[in-house]
């Protein structure tokens, strides 16, 4: 199967375009881990080459792509960026020396999605017309490789400036959806036990639209106030907490309290899921029993070729579930590696 590396554009020192309240290396980040969870939703191993506000000159930055999975035909390079100078609509740019398939499946989904379209192309170094002028195409040879611009924010003939404001999360999903197209995956959006909330939202308008209650709503997030935040990530299902060995870090919890509420050590809690800082991330799923025996019927140990979307497949359960029940922090395995089957 293709591994995807996920690039977002910019960062750190090199901000990139901003205008209308959009910052180009901010908006491509948010992007870029948007896809890497949906990829690791379904399966699609994939890697970023920046997680963070960090700078990185061209040299790192290609050197990050190419030390990760190789540089193949079976590895997709995909670079994500922000357009400038006043027009409309998406456009995709993809490598000399490959085909228009997977960047036209990116832009009919951007188009499905809402967003004006512009152009699938190539561009080519004046210096040298048999190489691209894009360092990130020109420098990773045999790879797949290609740039998304997902729309213009100094647009002033359409709503694209709205559309990276408000709707970024769709823009970003129909990359999901073409990749999953290209690569040969289901499709699919799995049970989702999160929201990120978005203009105009409230506490009633979010229960109502999950079939739960602003009660319950404010329960599992530890929310003391109806007071919402645009990007807020709210827990909108309960499913997640039926699994007795497993807890939900929500808001304000500390390993401190989760550790005394599961009558464990702060020491004995870090231990159990291999953490080495005390710093915990909201969503996080943590072990809190060592006693696994009453969630999975087998073990399975993983071989050649094997990936988490293929074993859940096989074992009629979903990615999610494995990557919960074995508290995996990616999609990586390797050989040899065992996992508990639900």
């Known amino acids: 199967m293709k591994k995807v590396v ?77 357009n400038a100078g006043g027009g409309d609509g998406a456009e995709v740019i993809y490598a000399l020396r490959n085909n228009d398939t ?28 048999s190489k691209d002028y894009y360092y990130m195409l020109r420098n990773t040879p045999n790879t797949e490789s290609l740039i998304v611009e997902y729309g213009f924010l100094d647009s002033t003939k359409g709503d694209d400036v709205n559309l990276l404001k408000n709707n970024w999360q769709n823009l970003a999903e129909a990359t999901v959806k073409a990749l999953a197209s290209y690569i040969g995956v289901d499709y699919n959006v799995e049970p989702s036990y999160y929201y990120t909330v978005q203009k105009g939202d409230t506490l009633w308008s979010i229960a109502r639209k999950f079939n739960t209650t602003v009660d319950k709503l404010k329960d599992m997030n530890n929310l003391t106030s109806n007071m919402l935040s645009i990007g807020q990530r709210l827990q909108v299902s309960e499913n997640l907490n039926n699994n007795d060995n497993y807890y939900i870090v929500k808001k304000g919890d500390t390993l401190y309290s989760i550790a005394k509420k599961f009558n464990l050590s702060v020491d004995e809690l870090k ?59 990616s999609t990586l395995l390797s050989i040899g590696q065992k996992l508990l089957i639900p």
């Open 271 to 329: 231990e159990i899921n291999n953490l080495n800082s005390d710093t915990l991330s909201i969503g996080k799923s943590l072990l809190v029993s060592n006693n696994n025996s009453n969630n999975y019927s087998s073990i399975y140990t993983v071989n050649k070729g094997d990936n988490l979307y293929s074993i859940a497949r096989k074992f009629n359960t979903t990615v999610s579930m494995l990557a919960e029940l074995n508290n995996l922090e």
């Open 102 to 129: 997977l960047a036209k499946k990116i832009l009919m989904e951007l188009e499905n999605k809402g967003q004006n379209v512009r152009k699938v192309y190539q561009r080519v170094l004046p210096s040298d017309p």
């Open 6 to 82: 996920i690039d977002a554009g910019h960062g750190g020192v090199d901000s990139g375009a901003t205008a209308n309240g959009i910052v180009e290396k901010d908006l491509t980040l948010k992007i870029s881990q948007y896809i890497k969870n949906r990829l690791d939703e379904l399966g699609i191993e994939s890697t970023l080459t920046r997680d963070s506000d960090i700078t990185l000159e061209p040299t790192n930055r290609v050197n990050k792509v190419l030390n990760t999975y190789g540089n193949g035909s079976d590895v997709i390079v995909l670079s994500n960026h922000i």
